[in-house]
């Protein structure tokens, strides 16, 4: 098996120099990047310049000059909305930590209910339940924090998700008996048209 991997090795030995550099870069950018505290005018400076690089010296990379061009290309095309995230105190580099909480709250639904996809519930009360569980993971959520909550927001709140609650419900009603629920919605409207 040794052997095996050695003649590999030495009939691919001119590629990988290529593909050392061509890594390289990419993981150069990515460093540039994910600098730590930087300021966004030195992010872009140092970019710019790597991506210039990469694009004068893509000979050196042989069949892997498209990739790099490509690379280069979707750079500039993000360059516009690429650095806002140094210009804002806070704010992630990636969007992972979104995802992972995310992941998070999907990874104890399956837990809990044992389905692979979303729960209907969570469709039905995502901009409710998810941001509850999202935020009871960041910190403990005290009686204080509840009674400080806007009452007219609270109400405002359940009377969408019950709309939303009710077409679920007429969807429902409406394929496992169309003729009927037709028929029904007939009656209201005739109901509705006598008068008083």
Known sequence: MRGFIDRAL?????????IRSAYGWVHQAAHILGAGGAAGPAVRARLGGLLGAMRRHRDAVGDLGPAVDHFVKVSRSYWPGLFACYGTPGLPRTNNDLEQLFGSHRYHERRATGRKGASPALVLRGSARLIAGLATRLREVSAADLAAADPGEWRKL???LEERRQRRVDRHRFRRNPDGYLRGLEAKLNQSALPP
């Open 10 to 18: 030495a009939s691919t030995a001119e590629l990988w120099g290529p």
């Open 158 to 160: 359940r009377a969408e």
